[in-house]
């Protein structure tokens, strides 16, 4: 009996050791995938191997949604090369912000100042640290925004679309401005556009 007792608790002690060294290569099947593990990716890392393991993944927020911060949405997307619609339906679009306050229009300045005088100028006549009446590193002139008839006349929702998409020459600040900032300083620059006809009428009369 107690031979016997040895032989078993031999058996069952070898058993055990050899199922506990032995390498595990293939897991059991698991009821939820997806929790056990998951397909969270970086933001900024690379997803191009997402479409070959049938992952549907555009790293775009879903259409229609607005960012938290962004309370000025634009319905308007970007054109297709060689296309113009949605920049000649960007005219009937108005501006949320219909004036500014003494803070905001100070805020709106600098951030004209600090993202728009560079080719604009701090004048608004084109002739910015660029272009430098000629002498700057960048050829041509920039946009004169106040003295100009064409830009004074320019819809602000054109404008809007043209600080978010970039026009011609001049590219996208959607990254450094958000909706509510570009509004600001499409303001800013219909009021100084506002105040220099308003002096030339002035002058006029005199």
């Known amino acids: 009996m107690k031979k016997l ?18 390498v595990k290569r293939k897991p059991n099947n698991v009821y939820v995938p997806d929790m ?4 969270a990716y970086e933001t900024y890392a690379d997803h191009s191997n997402l479409a070959q393991e049938g ?8 259409a229609g949604t607005i960012a938290r911060g962004e309370e000025f ?14 920049y000649a339906a960007s005219k009937l679009i108005k501006s949320p912000i219909d004036s500014l306050s003494k803070k905001d229009y100070v ?20 002739n910015g640290p660029l272009y430098k009446g000629g002498d700057g590193p960048y050829p041509a002139k920039p946009a004169t925004l106040v003295g100009n008839a064409t830009y004074e006349a320019m819809p602000e929702g054109q404008m809007f679309y043209s600080v978010m998409y970039g026009k011609n020459l001049m590219g996208s600040y ?8 570009r509004w600001q300083i499409i ?16 002058t006029a009369k005199n």
């Not at 105040?195 to 002035?202: H, K, L, M, P, V």
């Open 107 to 126: 805020e709106a300045e600098r951030l004209y100042l600090i993202n728009c005088a560079i080719c604009h100028g701090t004048k608004l006549d084109g």
């Open 36 to 39: 056990a593990y998951s397909r």
């Open 5 to 22: 007792f040895i032989i078993t608790f031999s058996i069952a002690f070898i058993a055990i050791v050899v199922s506990c060294n032995e």
């Open 174 to 181: 959607a990254s450094q401005l958000t909706r509510k900032q």
């Open 55 to 62: 992952i549907n993944y555009t790293n775009l927020p879903v």
């Open 73 to 86: 949405p634009f319905p308007l997307t970007k054109d297709m090369p060689g296309d113009t619609v949605n």
């Open 187 to 202: 303001r800013y620059i219909k009021m100084k556009q506002a105040q220099n006809n308003s002096g030339a009428a002035a």
